[in-house]
């Protein structure tokens, strides 16, 4: 049981991170031609990625990876998932 609660814990979308928080990136899921966008977009699992800046309302979002800046719309960012570096 307390496994199950620090993996849920640790495995999250990228649109729940705050500001500051770093992970690396398990999966991106999405359809057709949002996921492809994202993946050309060097987002891909195995990759680190840090949230730099999160919008008042929340949307965009704007992460830095690969020693880039991009910003995701909420929508797209609940596509990434991240494993939270402690």
Do not use: H, W
Not at 37 to 62: F, N, Q, T
Not at 77 to 83: K, M, R, T
């Amino acid at each position: 049981m307390c496994g199950q609660e620090t993996e849920a814990m640790i495995n999250k979308t990228l649109s729940d991170l705050k500001p500051g928080e770093k992970g690396r990136i398990t999966k991106v899921t999405g359809e057709g031609a949002v996921r492809r966008r994202i993946l050309d977009m060097g987002v891909v699992p195995g990759s680190e990625i840090k949230v730099e800046r999160v919008a008042p309302l929340g949307d965009p979002i704007e992460v830095t990876i690969k020693g880039y800046r991009l910003s995701f719309r909420k929508k797209e960012a609940a596509n990434i998932y991240v494993e939270v570096a402690e």
